[in-house]
């Protein structure tokens, strides 16, 4: 067993990271998408890192895993009442972790430090770290225009059709010192893509400066985790941002999203006749039940994505030797 960095953001794949925590405990780093990141009312907020921290904490709403359990919306209706046009439902809990954030970072402590310390106030024993200390901002292309995708998702509910995806700031982003130094760790046992959209989640980390490059040198196996079951997205608009794209929805698809970065893909059962489309590709496939459900379900999958990796690694070593 060996120290496993996950790329992450969104609920499912906050799920598969407390999986592999569960496996793996401090030697687990989660590397999560910041493009998403914007303000409101003047506070710091970044989604995909809460929604981490919440997951792994255990404290996350059972319903809702980008918010805590218990979560009241007084402060949210009091706005309203006094005019507020602001159409973002933001919990009264949920205002801490931003609250907390905004200041640190007003006091110049890099996000990564920030996080870190909420790892440790929360009891998280894994490292959560941000794709980037610096500012990344995913823009949506569409037929109507550029647009956050803060915008995208809030103000216009997704409705425009996707064009394609820019990274702003991607390319002058450094990757945070914590993430080199479990990248460069030498027990490194595996790179996981964990499932979530890849065109605002992953992909935008690995848009980050010389982050894909540096994930080809380290020598771990990389192993992907399909977002699609079936014919659709378990979550949010993957599907519709691929269709849009001119691309089938399949888990096929998803795997060709990281063709000549990853080493092997987890499809879901139902998707099984898709395998063997994915092996020609030249990435090792593994089948199993990808819907987490339970603690257990997390668990089992993110061993399914450990075995897969020792299989990835003892092909690769046995290229080289023949």
């Known amino acids: 067993m060996g120290t496993v960095v996950a790329l992450s953001g969104q609920v499912g794949g906050a799920k598969l990271a407390d999986g592999l925590r569960r496996l793996r405990g401090s030697d687990l780093a989660v590397v999560v998408n910041t493009g998403d990141d914007h303000e409101v009312f003047g506070l710091a907020f970044s989604p995909d890192i809460d929604t981490m921290l919440y997951t792994l904490s255990g404290i996350a709403g059972p319903a809702a895993g980008w918010e805590p359990t218990g979560e009241t919306y007084a402060l949210h209706e009091m706005l309203h009442r006094l005019g507020s ?7 009264d809990r949920s205002l801490a972790l931003p609250l907390l954030r905004t200041e640190a970072l007003r006091q110049e402590c890099p996000l990564s430090q920030v996080t870190l310390g909420f790892c440790k106030t929360l009891g998280i024993d894994a490292r959560v770290l941000p794709m980037s200390n610096d500012p990344v901002r995913t823009v949506v292309v569409t037929d109507d225009g550029h647009v956050s995708y803060h915008e995208y998702l809030t103000e216009l509910e997704c409705a425009p059709v996707v064009r394609g995806f820019l990274y702003a700031g991607a390319d002058q982003a450094r990757i945070p010192d914590e993430v080199l130094e479990a990248l460069y760790a030498p027990d490194l046992e595996a790179i996981v893509l964990c499932p979530a959209n890849p065109y605002h989640t992953i992909q935008p980390i690995l848009a980050v400066q010389g982050l894909r490059e540096l994930l080809r040198e380290c020598g771990a196996p990389i192993i ?9 997205a378990l979550k949010g608009a993957a599907g519709k941002m691929m269709q849009e794209l001119g691309h089938e929805v399949s888990a096929r698809r998803a795997a060709l999203e990281y063709y000549r970065l990853i080493d092997g893909f987890v499809i879901d059962s139902v998707d099984e006749a898709a395998a063997e489309g994915i092996r020609a590709c030249g ?20 061993q399914v994505v450990l075995d897969l990796a020792q299989t990835a690694r003892a092909r690769k070593e046995a290229e080289r030797v023949g």
Do not use: N
């Not at 090792?284 to 379900?297: F, K, L, N």
């Open 283 to 302: 990435i090792d496939v593994a089948v199993a039940p990808t819907i987490m459900r339970s603690d257990d379900d997390r668990i089992a999958l993110a």
């Open 85 to 91: 046009e602001h159409r973002v439902r933001v919990g």
């Open 224 to 232: 992907a985790v399909s977002p699609i079951v079936g014919d659709r």
